[in-house]
């Protein structure tokens, strides 16, 4: 069918589903920039993530409306402007609300050409679509044969797509950078404590990303991760990781690395990688996530950078939380101890963002390039005292003063 039918959907009233991450049809761009005036009454929704999602459809028609549950940079003038409004939820939440909220009249997705049985894969991003497409009015897709098919996963009947455009392009793939300093020091920690055996997650951040890396001398790992990145493959390489039972919902890197993930892991939606009782029933998983900063009390924020929203919770909350109650689990924030060229400490007195983004009883290991901070069972002072002696040498003695300070005003 044409590209015209699938604009003939966008209907005022209308709430229009667009894959996110790494699934976001690149074509449906291009589409809209050529005829802006389709955004001129429906309202777009989508889990648009930083690092993957850059294109504001938003700023497209001055009517145009985007909802989303996390900030990506392109999106923020929009934001500023009104016609970008962020719901804040943890992947899990967002999840049960793909699956049980309100119903979208059209979900717009991208797919690999039917296989034999007449099946698309959603390739290397399966979390939200196939919770959405069974429940939406219509559904819409951009065929990519460039796509890679994922082996493992779940697909959607060719037969239940109503508006079908081929669409043979590139798609989203991302660039790992090699870690800095800071990161391999802290990779290099993470590593000396992951047991073999482990079931291992990840998350965004260069910390975390080079600490898969390192894993290489473990045995049996497990991968039960939301994304999974360049290091993953290293891991494979290096027989770190078991025979079987690995689960990501999302593969990020080069083309190459996206096709081998597809072959590799069994990829799931976001029920699956981030729901509560699916969390549960693991065990040994360590969880390996990062903060913009996290303070003296143990508590993390992931969402704002000097006092503004740049992200959202994404999974690491629902990560936390299962990796501390995990049976030979750890929940692990790695993050370098500074930022700015060493100027501003990420161990903080507390917080300066509105919101908590992992509370204090969810936060488990804390790791700089200076050692780890162990707060499960810890006092205040523990924790606090834990904490100072990771941060940066130059701000240990502020530190001090702010907590004493505060335990005055206890």
Sequence with gaps: MTAEALLAEFRPGRTIYVQGGVGEPLALRALLAAAPQALDGPSLIGCF??????????ALNPAARVGCFMLPPAF????????????????????????????PDVAVLQVTP??????CSFGPCADFAPLVWPRAGKVAAFINPSLPRAA???????????IAIEADGPFITGVEAPPAPDQAAIAAIVAGLVPDRAAIQTGIGGAPAAAVGRLTGRRGLVVRSGMVTEGYRVLAKAGALAEGGHITGLALGSAEFM??????????????????????????????NSALEVDLFGQANVEWQAGRLVSGLGGAPDFARAAKRS????GVLALPATARGGTISRIVPRLASPTVSIPRDDTDLVITEHGVADLRGASLDARARSLIAIAAP???????????????EF
Excluded at 91 to 98: E, R
Excluded at 152 to 162: E, F, M, Q
Excluded at 260 to 286: K, M, N
């Design 114 to 119: 039917p296989d034999a049985e007449g099946l």
């Design 394 to 408: 130059e701000h240990r003695e502020g530190l001090d003063r702010a907590w004493a300070e505060m335990k005055r």
């Design 259 to 288: 096709a081998w993930a597809c072959g590799a892991f069994a990829f799931a939606d976001a029920t699956v990688t981030h729901g509560p009782a699916s969390l549960a029933a693991i065990e040994r998983l360590w969880a390996i």
């Design 49 to 58: 993530l930083p690092g993957m999602n850059d294109f504001d459809y938003a």
């Design 152 to 162: 493992r996963g779940p697909a959607i009947p060719r037969s239940a797509i109503a």
């Design 76 to 103: 923020r003038a929009s934001f500023e402007a009104g016609r970008v409004s962020v719901t804040p939820m943890a992947y899990s939440q967002i999840a049960a609300t793909m699956a049980h909220g309100p119903a």
């Design 327 to 330: 049976p030979g689990g750890r």
